[in-house]
């Protein structure tokens, strides 16, 4: 029985204090812990100390002195994400026994995830258990716990800003090595078989990890005045939208967009040459239309959209994956970095069977190597390999990128 476990981490330090709390009741308990449930609870008690006295008032005509201070947790954060492919492969796993991802460094620790196919213990057996591993030595006896808020859910379950506020009510617990803790019904097989997150018979989960490293206190300044937060981005989108002094417009597909040719050129090096620089033509200037070919409307419009706002279009969940593609295409081709790597960052997230073939050749046409490295990850399971061989997109990447064919008929006599 081959199984194949891909891990992915990212990570990055934060200076405030997040926690979690995770979607649905899922029983936890602790490994390998020698406290009972209460002391797990409350391992320190102590006495219940009474109200201090209220103060007296002040005397008229005193004035408050204003003070204030506030304490901090100094963390690390990042997430790691955990693919299984092959999930009916390992329900032949008996119950109890587990299958260990590779070891992944967050807050300057190392962890692991170990899955249970067919649930930790004979009572949940028609569950999923998964658990979060201190993955260290054992030797270091007198090394302290190390102090951490986690989660663990299935990839797609919760946006980045959701996430986020998850964690903000969940507590720290302890972590020492080679113990943790695990959710021992993470979710139901017959759920998990029946839900959008089995694809190609994988699944993702994703684990995020708050290490909280130390507290320290620090004097505040008292608060007089109260700054916003910067909304330079709303601005910027609401000038696109309402086309306030827009000095530049673009016919693409049939549609008139108007635009802002200061802005463009700031945010790309090609809309600078197009409109101000050596390829600027006559039909550039103040006023008259500039006509963009072999693009569609809705993707030269959620182009702008990010070039003023920085953000991305809301899409369906199943249309991003295509969305996405589009978007890199007009990316590379009008020279906007980061939004090229958004949208490869988010493609390797949806490659499944009959993707693989096109967006391989998409990441060859516009030299994307990161994604191109996730096709072959996902081809190098040999169940993928032959399914995605079957399909039309197989037949166009053969025509498209002839140079690629060689690639992938060394990794299948590899893996044969």
């Known amino acids: 029985m081959l199984v194949f476990l891909q891990s992915m981490t990212r990570g990055d330090p934060v200076s405030s204090r997040p926690s979690l709390q995770r979607k649905g009741s899922h029983l936890l308990c602790f490994l390998c812990s020698p406290f009972t449930a ?41 997430h790691h994400l955990l693919t299984v492919h092959g999930y009916s492969r390992t329900k032949g796993v008996p119950t109890g026994e587990r299958v260990k991802s590779r070891p992944f460094a967050i807050g300057g620790h190392r962890w692991r995830i170990d899955y249970y196919p067919n649930g930790v213990r004979a009572e949940v057996a028609d569950y999923v258990s998964l658990s979060l591993m201190l993955d260290e030595d054992e030797d270091v006896a007198a090394a302290p716990a190390v102090k951490a808020q986690y989660d663990i859910r299935l990839a797609g379950e919760a946006e980045e800003e959701e996430e986020g506020a998850a964690l903000a009510s969940a507590s720290v617990d302890d972590f020492t090595p080679g113990r943790g803790w695990v959710y021992t019904t993470f979710v139901s097989r017959e759920e998990l078989e029946g839900s959008e997150h089995l694809r190609n018979d994988s699944f993702t989960v994703r684990c995020d990890i708050v290490v909280v490293r130390d507290y320290r206190a620090e004097d505040a300044a008292v608060a007089f005045v109260s700054v916003p937060q910067c909304d330079l981005r709303r601005d910027l989108a609401g000038l696109l939208e309402t086309e306030k002094g827009a000095d530049v417009v673009f016919e693409v597909g049939g549609e008139t967009v108007a635009a802002h040719r200061c802005v463009l050129a700031a945010r790309s090096s090609v809309f600078a040459a197009e409109l101000f620089g050596p390829m600027k033509g006559g039909n550039a200037d103040a006023g008259v239309v500039v006509r963009v070919e072999d693009m569609k409307p809705e993707v030269f419009k959620a182009l702008l959209r990010f070039a003023y706002s920085g953000l991305l279009p809301e899409t369906r969940k199943e249309d991003q994956d295509v969305t996405c593609q589009h978007l890199l295409v007009a990316a590379d081709r009008y020279g906007m970095r980061r939004l090229k790597l958004i949208c490869e960052e988010k493609l390797c997230e949806c490659i499944n069977v009959g993707s693989a073939a096109i967006v391989l050749a998409l990441a060859e046409q516009h030299r ?38 060689a690639e992938v008929i060394t990794m299948s006599l590899g893996i044969s």
């Open 368 to 405: 994307c190597e990161g994604l191109k490295k996730a096709c072959f990850d996902f081809l190098a399971a040999p169940a993928n390999l032959r399914a995605v061989v079957a399909t039309e997109g197989f037949q166009h990447l053969s025509r498209s990128c002839p140079s690629l064919m």
């Open 38 to 78: 209460a002391q797990r609870k409350n391992p320190h008690p102590e006495q219940r100390r009474p109200n201090p006295p209220s103060r007296p008032a002040m005397p008229s005509g005193g004035k408050p002195r204003r003070s204030a201070s506030a304490i901090f947790a100094d963390t690390a954060s990042g």
